[in-house]
């Protein structure tokens, strides 16, 4: 059986890569619709091998499809999810729109798949560096309980779409060639002040709240939360951005419950873990990076380490493809579960 799928903001930087997965996985699809705005639209892609012209997205645009992966921002999703709904059809949202709704499941298969059975039409998939995080923290709790968890990320720039990499890419060109340059994205495109990101780092991923951290470190504390089943776990989160075009790496220190453990019952239960693949070998220099997890599916863990002060506490190094198992990886994934549970 195949089934009609609708991609909404089919021309981004998460949108080709669903298209992509959709292709690689060999998804049961009858027919598939593109999707995106007015700006957008009469753009030609390329799937399975034949042309397909991105339409438009309206109400409409939802009559038939079985499922529709969103990727066009948070506020198209506002607008065009309940409609989606309302035609039958079940959204697996990757914007921000519906993720603390206590209505809406929020699903990383990996952790919380049972949470798909509670779906009323809109599942929402998680930000990109809170999904990699709880892959790797999921097999940890599972043996040894986790009480704490405070993160440090180091963010590409593709985690804020394909205008973000461009800018990269020219502030690169022009500062190696003593050219000037107006940064115009980075850090926010709507926030007041953009500042270089070739050769920086940048301590600002969204918008600051109220509390002084930023809209993605807020993300990240809840949605972990939430995706864990754990309101009371302590988290706190500083991401920031750097030069680098696709991969999140993450820097993270945790405490267990159980005493006593060595970093290697750490590993082990890492390995237990699914979709994760420990690259954890000082003595060979082996650890992940972004550069060797892009195009791959899998969450990379490496250099865990026990504390040298706290018994239960623990540091590890995260790193997955932002666009993969960071947002159409995870989506796709969301869409083959909710066949193999028959919830579609
Ligand atoms: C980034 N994590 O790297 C963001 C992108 O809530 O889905 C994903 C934003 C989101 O800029």
């Given at each position: 059986k195949g089934y009609h799928v609708a991609v909404l903001g089919a021309t981004g930087a998460v949108g080709q890569q669903m298209m992509k997965t959709l292709e690689n996985r060999e998804f049961p699809i009858s027919k598939i619709s593109l999707l995106s705005s007015a700006r957008s639209a009469g753009t030609v892609l390329k799937f399975r091998g034949e042309e397909i012209v991105v339409e438009e997205a309206t109400?409409?645009?939802?009559?038939?499809?079985?499922i529709a992966l969103f990727s066009a921002g948070g506020s198209v999703s506002k607008i065009f999810a309940p409609e989606a709904v309302k035609r039958g059809a079940i959204v697996i949202d990757n914007?921000?729109?519906?993720?603390?709704?206590?209505?809406?499941p929020l699903v990383v298969p990996e952790v919380?798949?049972?949470?798909?059975?509670?779906?009323?039409?809109i599942i929402a998939n998680p930000n990109c560096s809170t999904i990699q995080m709880v892959v790797a923290l999921e097999p940890i709790r599972k043996a040894f309980g986790l009480n704490k968890v405070i993160v440090s990320t180091y963010q590409a720039v593709s985690g804020s779409g394909t205008a973000a990499i461009q800018e990269l890419h020219e502030q690169t060109k022009a500062i190696i060639h003593g050219e000037s340059f107006e940064p115009q994205?980075?850090?926010?495109?709507?926030?007041k002040k953009h500042y270089q990101i070739a050769f920086n780092a940048v301590p600002q991923i969204d918008k600051f709240m109220d509390n002084g951290f930023t809209f993605e470190e807020v993300k990240m504390m809840n949605e972990t939360k939430k995706i864990m089943h754990m309101p009371d776990l302590k988290v706190a989160a500083t991401c920031v951005r750097l030069p680098v075009e696709t991969g999140h790496s993450e820097s993270v220190y945790f405490e267990v419950e159980?005493?006593?453990?060595?970093a290697k019952d750490i590993q082990e239960a890492v390995i237990s873990g699914a979709g994760i693949v420990l690259e954890d070998n000082p003595s060979e220099q082996l650890y992940p990076m972004p550069a060797n997890a892009v195009g791959k599916n899998d969450v990379f863990v490496g250099r865990i380490r026990k504390d040298l002060d706290e018994d239960k506490g623990f540091h590890m190094w995260v790193v997955s493809d932002n666009l993969l198992k960071g947002a159409a990886w995870n989506s796709v994934q969301i869409a083959e579960s909710l066949i193999k549970l028959g919830l579609v």
């Open positions: 109400p409409d645009s939802f009559n038939g499809v079985d914007t921000s729109a519906y993720r603390m709704d206590e209505e809406v919380n798949e049972e949470d798909l059975k509670l779906h009323k039409g994205i980075l850090p926010v495109k709507g926030d159980k005493e006593g453990l060595t």
